[in-house]
Nanobody
Framework: QGQLVESGGGKVQAGGSLRLSCAAS????????MTWFRQAPGKERKWVAA???????YVENSVEGRFTILRDNAKSTVYLQMDALRLEDTAMYYC???????????????????WGQGTQVTVSS
């Protein structure tokens, strides 16, 4: 198995935007259902969004209309475009790859076999 590396996190004011990237060491690592989870301090890891190899997308209700998950297969990279950020979006964001090309049980962390190290997003008022 390869490696996933997240980037693009940082500090932003509420209402601002960030674009997270998840780069894989090889295409085979992203030739799968890809996802983003986030974990705030003291809280459990929660699912945010997922995208299949066929570009079917799934987004958690609290971020729908604000976050978009995208993939660029030529770059072996998956993105999370985050707009209209809120204080409650502050968390460590992780990308992960499934062993399936379609997204099955995509909200379950156990569905993913390869995880990145995370990138911190901090939203301030």
């Amino acid at each position: 198995q390869g490696q996933l590396v997240e980037s693009g996190g940082g500090k932003v004011q509420a209402g601002g935007s960030l674009r997270l990237s998840c780069a894989a060491s090889s295409y085979t690592d992203v030739d799968a259902c890809m996802t983003w989870f986030r974990q705030a301090p003291g809280k459990e890891r929660k699912w945010v969004a997922a995208i299949s190899v066929y570009d079917s997308t799934y987004v958690e209700n609290s971020v729908e209309g604000r976050f978009t998950i995208l993939r660029d297969n030529a770059k072996s990279t998956v993105y999370l475009q985050m707009d209209a950020l809120r204080l409650e979006d502050t968390a460590m964001y992780y990308c992960a790859a499934s062993s399936n090309r379609i997204c099955l049980r995509h909200t379950d962390p156990a569905s993913y076999v390869l995880w990145g190290q995370g990138t911190q997003v901090t939203v301030s008022s």
